[in-house]
T-cell receptor, first 112, second 112 residues
Framework: NAGVTQTPKFQVLKTGQSMTLQCAQD?????MSWYRQDPGMGLRLIHYSVGAGITDQGEVPNGYNVSRSTTEDFPLRLLSAAPSQTSVYFC???????????FGPGTRLTVL | SQQGEEDPQALSIQEGENATMNCSYKTSINNLQWYRQNSGRGLVHLIL?????REKHSGRLRVTLDTSKKSSSLLITASRAADTASYFC????????????FGTGTQLKVEL
């Protein structure tokens, strides 16, 4: 199993541009989440999904959209990038009935 | 807002010594988890302790939980240079739907 994969690893955007961060898992996990990690702030939950077709907001959802059309994929869309969205983004998944989350390697995003 | 606060923020020890880091949280929880993050990588699950447990062991790791004080500690015994990483506690709040809230982390450096 590849586990949780994220693309791209690095991305530089200009203010106002849009883009999609990709996340995929091959473990058939029902639950998937997106976090952002900023210096000195730990990880904060952006959006999460409890299964295909079901998504909900986390702690810091503004400026981000998600969808979950399949169990495997959970893309995160930045609609109009802002410098405040400069961060490292992590995708995670976990199976139903387990509390352990499996993290992807992260995407480092810089918005100029 | 951050549920977990870790102490110390940074810790430097010699190989072979024990490392202790602490986590405090604010609300009632179902479980508390510890994760490790190597530089530039995603988080890796280390150990989970449930609210009705007081102590748990896994290899060189020992976790304690004091729900009356809303605090947990992670002890790494006989540390190795490979233990150099950031360590995060994460709590699953009661009634929170198994969403995790992460602390700010402790940076551990183990020197030869």
């Amino acid at each position: 199993n590849a586990g949780v994969t994220q693309t791209p690893k690095f991305q530089v955007l200009k203010t106002g541009q849009s883009m999609t961060l990709q996340c995929a898992q091959d473990m058939n996990h029902e639950y998937m989440s997106w976090y952002r990690q900023d210096p000195g702030m730990g990880l904060r939950l952006i959006h999460y999904s409890v299964g295909a077709g079901i998504t909900d907001q986390g702690e810091v959802p503004n400026g981000y959209n998600v969808s979950r059309s399949t169990t495997e994929d959970f893309p995160l869309r930045l609609l109009s990038a802002a410098p405040s969205q400069t961060s490292v983004y992590f995708c995670a998944s976990r199976p139903q009935g387990s509390d352990t989350q499996y993290f992807g390697p992260g995407t480092r995003l810089t918005v100029l | 807002s951050q549920q977990g606060e870790e102490d110390p923020q940074a810790l430097s020890i010699q190989e072979g010594e024990n490392a202790t880091m602490n986590c405090s949280y604010k609300t009632s929880i179902n479980n508390l988890q510890w994760y490790r993050q190597n530089s530039g990588r995603g988080l890796v699950h280390l150990i989970l302790i449930r609210s009705n447990e007081r102590e748990k062991h896994s290899g060189r790791l020992r976790v304690t939980l004091d729900t009356s004080k809303k605090s947990s500690s992670l002890l790494i015994t006989a540390s190795r240079a490979a233990d150099t990483a950031s360590y995060f506690c994460a709590t699953a709040r009661t009634g929170g739907g198994n969403k995790l809230t992460f602390g700010t982390g402790t940076q551990l450096k183990v020197e030869l």
